[in-house]
């Protein structure tokens, strides 16, 4: 049993490993698509229409095909593979899916065809320009929402199979499609339409969302796809993946609509703070994706897996030991992006030449701050959320999300008054906060105890230490600033990166010394890693 525990977390590990590697360079590219936008178009109403105009095809995709499929796919299709009923499955997914080719034909007529309308709704504080142009980059970026369904459906198989390569890839596509559509498009279609050379980077997403799909659907080709087509629901896993499913479609609907609530407060600040927000969000979702979505993804499968076996106990190991690694993980990450926020930000979008201003570092800096307030629960509930997946159980998290939104939501209304973009941050940050700490009650309920205390004395030295630490950051940063000449990049990234280096010492020497059991881990690992190479070979 210990043997086959040591092969499962070797598992378990290795996918991370292969998600987070692919997420680096997805990020990387995201990095460069950001900087190539910012340094050509600044932060104004340009890309305030250009960011707007992902939010109502998002919609789309979000309903009909993101987070809410894989999520109840998954442990369905995984419980016909178990079962040797590998084909039946298969049966099930063509039926889910020439449902949702049916239902995205109609939405996306229907955004084409009033997208002047939902971009009133959604942005009403835009100048009349600005929504003409936001409506035109919408309409071009409905096409890439066939391309994300198609993808997203592709995700879960391949999930399914515990293949995570072809996915991670395919996010790397992405990026590198949209880098590729603005390079190459900006120019000519500025020419022929002046004002509009962003639209080359809305191209851009079709591309890239299209080549996500294309890399993950050779993947599925290896497989061998077993195609039938049928729109029968009363098929019994049909049935049991809808009673999963519309909880989790609520959820995200109520989520999405959480996100249109932001930028329409944000629609009616200074011109270019959705932009800020959005900036300051991508930089904020970084340890997310790194850390708290890979560990989700990674270890769904086998909590579906040992929740489909009831061996509830190794479930919830499995569930706490990935709790565990996020939060010692990201709540450093937290304190030290906050600490380098401007920094940071500077570093990554102010160009001598570029439109991005020493303002605009201020402002998305301001934002930035709060919303690593929330960094560790977002990161937390990926795990979180996955672990009522596997047990089946959708209402839950789908309830507590709808009520933080409702927290959210409150609170953004109340503080945008009084702190701009920087109050929808902190509103988002503890809304967060109160969905994590509510899941993890209800899971202790759920399946009994899961190791809480030994989760929260975990958490409080993780937010000590890490606070110390932050602090030794911002220090060193002020020191930095007062001696180098700040005007060069390369100053730029070696205050950058003395911090990061300072910061992480100071961490692992902290959390050694109050013998953290995380830090321990690593250092086991690290030894165990350092043996092997010191050993002689046969």
């Known amino acids: 049993m210990t043997e086959e525990k040591t092969g499962r977390g070797a598992q378990l590990l290795a996918a991370a490993n292969v998600l987070m590697l692919t997420t680096i360079a997805s990020r990387v590219l995201g990095y460069l698509r950001d900087v190539l936008i910012f340094a050509k178009f600044g932060q104004n109403e340009l890309t305030d229409a250009y960011n707007a105009a992902f939010s109502i095809p998002d919609f789309l995709y979000m309903i009909l095909v993101g987070g809410a499929l ?141 080549l996500n799909f294309l890399v993950q659907f050779v993947a599925i080709l290896r497989l061998g796809v077993r195609y039938t087509f049928s729109f029968n629901l009363r098929h019994p896993g049909v049935r049991e993946l809808l009673l999963l499913i519309v909880p989790v479609f609520i959820g995200l609907a109520a989520s999405q609509f959480n996100l249109f609530v932001n930028q329409n407060l944000a629609s009616s600040l200074s011109e270019g703070l959705v932009s800020a927000l959005r900036a300051a969000q991508r930089l904020m979702q970084l340890p997310i994706t790194l850390f708290g979505i890979t560990v989700g993804i990674a270890f769904f499968p086998t909590m579906t897996e040992l929740a489909a076996k009831m061996e509830l106990d190794e479930f919830k190991r499995t569930v706490v030991m990935g709790l565990r690694t996020v939060i010692f993980v990201t709540i450093p990450a937290s304190f030290g992006l906050a600490a380098l926020a401007k920094p940071v930000i500077r570093f990554m979008y102010e160009f001598s030449r570029g439109a991005f201003t020493a303002d605009d570092t201020n402002q998305t800096a301001y934002a930035l701050v709060f919303y690593t307030i929330g960094v560790f629960a977002y990161a937390a509930i990926h795990t979180l959320s996955r672990a009522f997946y596997a047990l089946k159980n959708t209402k839950i998290p789908v309830a507590v999300a709808v009520l933080s939104i409702a927290v959210n939501v409150v609170m953004s209304v109340v503080l945008v008054r009084y702190m701009a973009q920087g109050g929808l941050a902190l509103a988002y940050s503890v809304a967060g906060i109160f969905n994590m700490v509510v899941l993890i009650v209800l899971l202790n309920v759920k399946v009994g105890d899961i190791g809480s205390w030994g989760l929260l004395k975990s958490t409080v030295q993780t937010i000590f230490i890490s606070g110390v630490m932050g602090c030794a950051v911002w220090a060193l940063t002020a020191l930095c600033e007062s001696f180098l000449p700040l005007a060069s990049k390369l100053a730029q990234m070696v205050e950058i990166a003395l911090a990061i280096g300072v910061g992480a010492a100071l961490y692992a020497v902290l959390s050694l010394l109050l013998k953290m059991p995380e830090a321990e881990q690593i250092m086991r690992i690290i030894r165990r890693r350092l043996h092997r190479k010191s050993r002689p070979a046969d």
């Open 70 to 210: 894989s999520s109840a796919f998954i442990p369905v299709f995984s419980g016909y593979l178990a079962r040797n009923e590998e084909d039946e499955g298969w049966r099930v997914l063509s039926i889910i899916f020439n449902w949702i080719m049916l239902l995205l034909a109609i939405g996306v007529a229907i955004g084409l065809m009033f997208a002047p309308q939902l971009v009133d709704l959604l942005v009403p504080g835009f100048d009349d320009a600005t929504k003409q142009m936001t409506v035109n980059l919408t309409r071009i970026m409905f096409f890439q929402v066939i391309f994300m369904c198609l993808s997203g459906i592709s995700t879960g198989i391949l999930q399914s199979y515990k293949n995570f390569t072809a996915p991670a890839i395919g996010s790397v596509l992405y990026n590198l499609g949209i880098i590729l559509g603005g390079v190459l498009l900006a120019a000519p279609i500025e020419r022929m339409f002046p004002g509009y050379g962003i639209a080359g980077f809305s191209v851009g997403v079709v591309l890239g969302a299209m």
